[in-house]
């Protein structure tokens, strides 16, 4: 994981997009409710200045590109660098490859030894700059600042909030560590002989605490939205329930009690509704109830078994793991049930965990024979893609935007 960037300052701010006598919109637009829709090609030269310049570039190419919105050109084609981000490029040398975007940038080491890099953002065709930003931070930080640019283009360009600069917590075999709302925190369950304890682990100053002690199992834990309270399920004497925990007090309340399998709960963004799944039907299905664990109603009719539901940050969507025979999908559905669509088909696809901009989704892919590795589908229906991590691993969180 990497450190935080508490020196990241974020300096200038929009400039302007054309002139004052036409619209203050872009004549580049990046459709991401069309999973048809072709990856815009973008040039991003090395940025120039210090040696890292080239790393930036390269991480935001690569970053853009996973999106599967961008199509990053290749630099062997470029017919122009730029040691001056305020240097206006010759538009027809960009032209002349194709490129509708291009991102320039320059990096320069200030006296007190922190980087500052300024970029911009062009259209090629119109010949217009659409975005001028600086960030400064220090040397060590460089990726998250590559990052950050990264997500400053993706939101101009598409109107949704970008996702790179986040962090995402895994286990390589089982389990399901959680980040809290201020991405600092991870709650996580250690089995032992004796029974499961809950931990909140800090990841900044590393001071991990437990939260409580149970003689039965305890699993799939997960902070309520203000990161006061953290709902998990525990298994005992062959009965699960969904239990509530006060991270101030410590104090639990049960806020299930049928006599089926309730587990998995995942707050809504405003910490009013928990969904969760239970069989209490005959099969796993979808439950939507209150986060104190009255008007509790059933949301999935789709056939098939349903789990794993995870509320979107911004509210719209549940995601969830469905079973249909011997296949699984990642899919989502509305809050009510309705608009379901099916993502992904595998062997073995689960855990699904949203990034922040609530558009892609990261979960456990496993294929027959194999690991299981992380993968990533953006909900508009794009093919899914693997996650940068090439190694097995399972269970995904992602974090929020980092400070």
Known sequence: MKKPMR?????????????????????????????????????????????????????????????????????????EQFADANVQPTFDKWKSISAQALLTGQVVSDADGRLRVDFRLWDVYAGEQLLGLQFTSTPENWRRVAHKVADAVYEKLTGAPGYFDTRVVFVAESGTPRFSANSQEITYMALRPSGSTVYLLNIETGRQEALGHFPGMVFAPRFSPDGNRV???????????????????????????????????????????????????????????????????????????????????DGKWIAFTKQDGATFHIGVMKSDGSGERLLTSSYLDEGPSWAPNSRVIMYSHQAPGAGAHLYMVDISGRAPQPAPFPLQASDPAWSALLP
Request: proline share 8%.
């Open 7 to 79: 020196l990241l300052t974020l300096i200038a701010a929009l400039t302007a997009v054309f002139a004052l006598a036409m619209p203050a919109v872009a004549d580049i637009v990046v459709n991401v409710d069309q999973g048809a829709t072709q990856p815009l090609p973008i040039a991003i030269p090395a940025f120039g200045g210090a040696d890292v310049g080239a790393r930036i570039s390269q991480v935001i190419s690569a970053d853009l590109a996973r999106s599967e919105l961008f199509r990053p050109l290749d630099p062997s084609s470029f017919q």
């Open 231 to 313: 709902a998990f399920s525990v298994e005992k004497d062959g009965n699960t329930d969904v239990w509530l925990m006060d991270l101030a007090s410590h104090a639990t309340r049960r806020l299930t009690t049928d006599p089926a399998i309730d587990t998995s709960p995942s707050f809504s963004p405003s910490g009013g509704e928990i969904v969760f799944n239970s069989d209490r039907g005959g099969e796993p299905e979808l439950y939507i109830m209150s986060a104190d664990g009255s008007n509790a109603h059933r949301i999935s009719f789709g056939g098939g078994r349903y789990t794993t539901p995870v509320w979107s940050p």
